[in-house]
Structure formats: structure tokens, C-alpha cells
């Protein structure tokens, strides 16, 4: 199967400050990468959609000056929320699928706990 | 647009006791389900899809039928184990690809030995 490998898994960080997230696909080229975020008793909501070598794609409401998103390479993806409040704490996750084949499943690293102090 | 709705957990179960999470859906078109299920400090993990209506998928003895007239897709097993202890996500794509995903809210199986 294809392992996705999300870094770090728990972070805390203060308010103002920056906080880099990783999403790494170990053992396949992923063209496509997605980004979630989940609040607590809420859904998973897609964020963004993260595109090798070109500007992600935003969902509505997701500030993209905010959730920076760089895909530079065909097996890693950043997201770094800048500038963090507490209201940014959340959980992150991000699922990678292979190239030229969107009929097969997303593949998910295991989730980035993010808690803004 | 497009949701899931899922019971909320705990889900709290003896050890081979019958499992059942339920899930429905709104979508526009004709989406595919899934259930994901997350084990402690891993990633979601693809448990189970169907593409279209009365499709059963199945997998490690979890069952789920995509029923269209009930726009459901509940998650059922007949003898649950400890291992299966996690938390299990119905999740809905588009009918352009299975990638982008929207997920309920995820139910938290816990199950007693």
C-alpha cells in the first residue's frame, strides 16, 4: 500500500508565531495533495487542495494569506500557518493520491494536532 | 452542497457484540461512500467503498449497502474485537474522483474485552 507520513504529530506553538506542517508521500509521486482540518465535534473539512509545481486551490472561507500551501516537490507538501491564534487549533491532515489516476483512493498521513497558547 | 451525518460516539461494545454506526448523506448526483477508520496514532485508512446505489462494499468483516432511497450507508459488523477499537469516518466524494472527500463528524469505537 502507499504510506503517507505527516510531521510533526502534536505541536504547540504561541500566538503570533508560525507553525510549518509536513505531509510527506513515502513511497509514490503524488501530484495531488489534501489538505483538512477538523474542530472539535466537527467534520473533517477540506481546506485545500495542493498541486505540484502550481498554486493551490482554496476552499471558500480559507484564508490563503493565512494557510500557506507549497507543493514543490511530487512527494511533499507544506502547509504553514502563519501568524497562529488559538482559534487556529485544530486538527490537520492531509491525503495524497497518485498521478493521472483520480479513481483510486486518497491515502492519509496520520494528522497534525496543532494547539495555539 | 454536499454532507454526511454520523452518530456520535462513544460507541462503547463488549467484545463480539454487534456493531452498527449509522450514516447518511445529502449530496447532488451520484457521490461514492466510504468509511475510514483512524487506529490510534495512524492515519485514516480506507475501510470500505461502494460507487453506486445497492453496492455492498465489505471488508475485515464490516459490511455497509449504499441505499439510495434512505441516502444511508450505515457501518455494520457482527462480532466485534478489541483491535477494532478506533475511530471510523463515513465520508462522501463527488462523482469526479474518490480524493476530495467531505467526512462526518467520525464515531469513536471503544470496545471491552
Known amino acids: 500500500g502507499a504510506v503517507v507520513s505527516q510531521h510533526p504529530s502534536r505541536v504547540i506553538c504561541k500566538s503570533g508565531t508560525s507553525v510549518k506542517i509536513e505531509c510527506r508521500s513515502l513511497?509514490?509521486?503524488?501530484?495531488?495533495m489534501f489538505w483538512y482540518r477538523q474542530f472539535p465535534k466537527q467534520s473533517l473539512m477540506l481546506m485545500a487542495t495542493?498541486?505540484?509545481?502550481?498554486?493551490?486551490?482554496?476552499e471558500q472561507g480559507v484564508e490563503k494569506d493565512k494557510f500557506l500551501i507549497n507543493h514543490a516537490s511530487l512527494t511533499l507538501s507544506t502547509l504553514t500557518v502563519t501568524s497562529a491564534h488559538p482559534e487556529d487549533s485544530s486538527f490537520y491532515i492531509c491525503?495524497?493520491?497518485?498521478?493521472?489516476?483520480?479513481?483510486?483512493?486518497?491515502?492519509f498521513g496520520q494528522g497534525t494536532r496543532l494547539t495555539v497558547v | 452542497g454536499n454532507s454526511v451525518t454520523q452518530m456520535e460516539g462513544p460507541v462503547t461494545l463488549s467484545e463480539e457484540a454487534f456493531l452498527t454506526i449509522n450514516c447518511t448523506y445529502t449530496?447532488?448526483?451520484?457521490?461514492?461512500l466510504f468509511w475510514y477508520v483512524q487506529y490510534p496514532g495512524e492515519g485514516l485508512q480506507l475501510l470500505l467503498k461502494?460507487?453506486?446505489?445497492?453496492d455492498k462494499g465489505s471488508n475485515k468483516g464490516f459490511e455497509a449497502t449504499y441505499r439510495k432511497e434512505t441516502t444511508s450507508f450505515h457501518l455494520e459488523k457482527g462480532s466485534v474485537q478489541v483491535s477494532d477499537s478506533a475511530v471510523y469516518f463515513c465520508?462522501?466524494?463527488?462523482?469526479?474522483?474518490?480524493?476530495?472527500?467531505?467526512f462526518g463528524t467520525g464515531t469513536r469505537l471503544l470496545v471491552s474485552p
Open positions: 495542493s498541486n505540484e509545481g502550481s498554486k493551490a486551490t482554496y
Open positions: 449530496a447532488t448526483g451520484y457521490p461514492s
Open positions: 491525503s495524497a493520491s497518485r498521478p493521472m489516476d483520480s479513481n483510486t483512493e486518497a491515502f
Open positions: 461502494a460507487t453506486k446505489a445497492d
Open positions: 513511497d509514490f509521486q503524488a501530484t495531488t
Open positions: 465520508a462522501l466524494s463527488s462523482n469526479t474522483g474518490f480524493q476530495k472527500l467531505v
